[in-house]
C-alpha cells in the first residue's frame, strides 16, 4: 500500500462540482483582485473565528509582518517568539527590523513555555508572538497576562491551527491577540490553491492599517498614506476559501480521529512518544518523537509511507540567524525535538485502513 503524507488531490476531487463552478464564474466576471469573492470570504472567516475583522494578505509570512508593521512593531523593538517553530514566525519579526528573541518550548506540548517568557522580557520587547504549533493552542490564558502585566502586544501565529481552541470551545485560535494570522499555503487545515493569508482582529485602527498596508498604502486609487507592498488574497483563492470554509470543522474531525488511531494504537510501540490529546486540537500534523526517528523514517519509505520532519534544523543553528546570536544559543527542547520528532501521514483525506497500515508498519520496525 502507498500511503502518502497528504493527498490534496482528493480535496480537490471532494468538492470538484462547486470548485469547477467558481473557476467558470471567476471569469464570467473577470474580477481578478480586491472584489467581492474577497469580501465575501473575510466576512465569513471572522463570523467563523468570532473576530471583528479579517483582512486577506498574499500568504501567512506577510500577514505576520504587516500584523507586526500596523501595531508600529520595527527597529529598536524585540518580539519574543518561540525557539521551535517554522522559521517564517521569526522572518516577519526581521523583517520588519525588530528582533527576534526566541525563548524555548514545553517538551510536553511543544509549545512557547509561558514560564519562560518573563525573563526574556527587556525594555525593548514590544510583542510576544506565541504560534499554535501543529494544531495546539498555546496557553493563551498565561500569555495574555504576561502581555497585560508588561504592556505588550501579543500576535498569534495560527498558521498551523484553523479552528484549533483550548479550554473555552467557542474561544478559537486567532481570537486572543491584538492581530492573529493565518496562511493559507494548500497543506494547511484551512489551504487554498497556491499562496494565500489573512489577518484577524478586533481593533478597528489595526485592520484600516493593515488594508493600507496590504494595497500600496492607498485606499483611494493613486493616494498612498503609508509606504505599503502589494499583498493581497486574489479572488480565485478566496472564492476556494469560502468553498473549502464550509468543510473546516468537518476535515478537522476527521484529522481528529485519526489523531485517536494512532494514540489508541500506537501506546506503548517501541520508543514512541505520543503527543497529547486535547479536545481542541485540530492536528494540523501529528508528531512523534523516537531517538530512531531516521532509520523509522527509512524504513517507512521503503514499505511506501511519506513522512516528514517538522523540522529538521533548529532556527537557532541556521546560517541565516548566525549574525544577531554568533554565539550561538541553547535551546535543548527544541534541539532534541528537531532531533527526534517525525510527522505521520495525516489529513482529511488519509483513510481509516491506510493510518492503520501506517501503524501496523511502525509496529514492524520497532519488532
Ligand atoms: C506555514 C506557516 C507560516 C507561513 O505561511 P506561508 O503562507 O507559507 O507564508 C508561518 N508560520 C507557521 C507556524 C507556519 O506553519
Request: proline share 4%; net charge negative; charged share 20%.
Amino acid at each position: 500500500m502507498e500511503v502518502s503524507f497528504l493527498n490534496l488531490k482528493k480535496a480537490y476531487t471532494e468538492l470538484k462540482p462547486e470548485l469547477d463552478q467558481l473557476w467558470q464564474d471567476l471569469h464570467a466576471d473577470s474580477s481578478y483582485i480586491l472584489g467581492a469573492r474577497l469580501e465575501n470570504f473575510e466576512r465569513e472567516f471572522s463570523k467563523y473565528l468570532g473576530v471583528k475583522h479579517v483582512i486577506g494578505v498574499a500568504n501567512g509570512l506577510d500577514a505576520l509582518t504587516l500584523s507586526l508593521q500596523a501595531l508600529d512593531i520595527g527597529v529598536g523593538h524585540e518580539v519574543i517568539v518561540p525557539a521551535h517553530t517554522f522559521i517564517a514566525s521569526w522572518l516577519a519579526i526581521s523583517e520588519t527590523g525588530a528582533i527576534p528573541v526566541p525563548v524555548e518550548v514545553d517538551l510536553r506540548t511543544y509549545l512557547l513555555d509561558p514560564s519562560k517568557i518573563e525573563s526574556a522580557i527587556t525594555e525593548n520587547t514590544r510583542a510576544i508572538m506565541p504560534v499554535h504549533l501543529y494544531g495546539r493552542l498555546c496557553d493563551m490564558s498565561k500569555i495574555s497576562a504576561l502581555a497585560q502585566n508588561y504592556h505588550l502586544r501579543v500576535i498569534e501565529d495560527a498558521a498551523q491551527a484553523h479552528g484549533s481552541f483550548g479550554s473555552i470551545p467557542h474561544k478559537k485560535a486567532g481570537s486572543f491577540g491584538d492581530a492573529a494570522t493565518f496562511s493559507f499555503y494548500p497543506g494547511k487545515n484551512l489551504g487554498c490553491f497556491g499562496d494565500g493569508g489573512c489577518v484577524a482582529t478586533n481593533d478597528d485602527e489595526t485592520a484600516q492599517k493593515l488594508k493600507l498596508l496590504r494595497n500600496y498604502g492607498s485606499k483611494i486609487r493613486y493616494e498612498h498614506e503609508v509606504i505599503g507592498k502589494n499583498s493581497r488574497l486574489d479572488e480565485l483563492q478566496a472564492g476556494v476559501l469560502s468553498i473549502k470554509l464550509k468543510h473546516l470543522d468537518e476535515w478537522n474531525d476527521r484529522r481528529k480521529a485519526i489523531a485517536k488511531i494512532y494514540l489508541q494504537t500506537l501506546q506503548g510501540v517501541g520508543d514512541l512518544v505520543l503527543p497529547e490529546d486535547t479536545p481542541g486540537h485540530v492536528w494540523h500534523i501529528f508528531p512523534v518523537l523516537s531517538a530512531h526517528r531516521d532509520a523509522l523514517k527509512k524504513f517507512l519509505a521503503t514499505e511506501g509511507i511519506g513522512t516528514i520532519i517538522h523540522y529538521p534544523k533548529p532556527i537557532h543553528h541556521q546560517e541565516a540567524y548566525k549574525h544577531i546570536h554568533p554565539n550561538g544559543l541553547r535551546f535543548a527542547n527544541t534541539d532534541k525535538i528537531c532531533a527526534t520528532v517525525l510527522s505521520l501521514p495525516m489529513g482529511p483525506h488519509l483513510e481509516i485502513e491506510e493510518a492503520l497500515f501506517c501503524v501496523q508498519t511502525i509496529k514492524k520496525f520497532f519488532e
